[in-house]
């Protein structure tokens, strides 16, 4: 079956500008997951979804990230104002039901560039 | 706070060499750590899967080991070949999830087979 999809793959965006990077999980997968991979860093943990709920969202860097998911599904990660320190990779991943231990599926990303 | 870190950070090896990477981390208190492959471009694979409670497990020419007291985790490849290149990446999956989340990334080997 499909595996996890995000778009754009590719985003070249100026200083200031808004930003959504979507994330379609695998169908019937509950969790989903958005992580961060600046260049030299490892993975850095956003938001977990479970359903259509954030039990937390404290990795989220700043106010100007935000993220949400509808019918248990797509996600949307919006980026207000974007800094150039928000070029990243920015990595989604579901698995069937949740932390901990379940196996997370990881999409091919969005590479983020902020001019 | 869990910290895992990756030595080497980048390793180039004649084809046919077999070859280690090396995992730590400093809290103990993992529920399993998992050995990942990420290709440019592309997202992040499992390779190994090891719980808390194994030793280590194999997959073809990769064999993975934990030692789960002393904070470490190995990944062995035998008889490397040049489509082994990618960066590995290793994680531990905590037993709950928090603010880094629950899955903890090192930075990644960036290994190169050379033919």
């Known amino acids: 079956g499909a595996g996890v999809s995000q778009s754009p793959s590719n985003k070249v965006t100026e200083k200031g500008k808004d930003v959504e990077l979507r994330c379609d999980p695998i169908?019937?997968?509950?969790?989903l997951y958005w992580y961060r991979q600046s260049l030299g860093q490892g993975l850095e943990f956003l938001i977990y979804?479970?359903?259509?709920?954030?039990?937390?969202k404290s990795g989220l860097p700043s106010d100007r990230f935000s993220a949400e998911r509808t019918g248990g599904s797509v996600s949307t990660l919006t980026i207000q104002r974007t800094q150039q320190e928000d070029s990243a990779v920015y990595l989604c991943?579901?698995?069937?039901?949740?932390?901990?231990?379940?196996?997370?599926?990881f999409g091919p990303g969005t590479r983020l560039t902020v001019l | 706070k869990q910290e895992v870190t990756q030595i080497p950070a980048a390793l180039s090896v004649p084809e046919g060499e077999n070859l280690v990477l090396n995992c730590s981390f400093t809290?103990?208190?993992?529920?399993?750590l998992q050995w990942f492959r990420q290709d440019p471009g592309k997202g992040l694979t499992s390779l190994l899967l090891?719980?808390?409670?194994?030793r280590e497990q194999t997959s073809g020419r990769l064999n993975a080991s934990l030692d789960k007291s002393s904070g470490r985790s190995t990944l062995y490849i035998a008889a490397s070949q040049p489509g082994d290149s990618a960066t590995y990446l290793c994680?531990?999956?905590?037993?709950?999830?928090?603010?880094?989340?629950?899955?903890?990334f090192g930075k990644g080997t960036k290994l190169s087979v050379k033919p």
């Open positions: 991943a579901s698995s069937l039901a949740g932390p901990p231990g379940d196996t997370q599926y």
């Open positions: 169908s019937g997968h509950t969790a």
């Open positions: 979804f479970q359903g259509n709920s954030a039990p937390d």
């Open positions: 809290d103990s208190a993992i529920y399993n």
């Open positions: 090891i719980q808390s409670s194994q």
């Open positions: 994680a531990v999956s905590l037993t709950s999830l928090g603010s880094q989340g629950n899955l903890i």
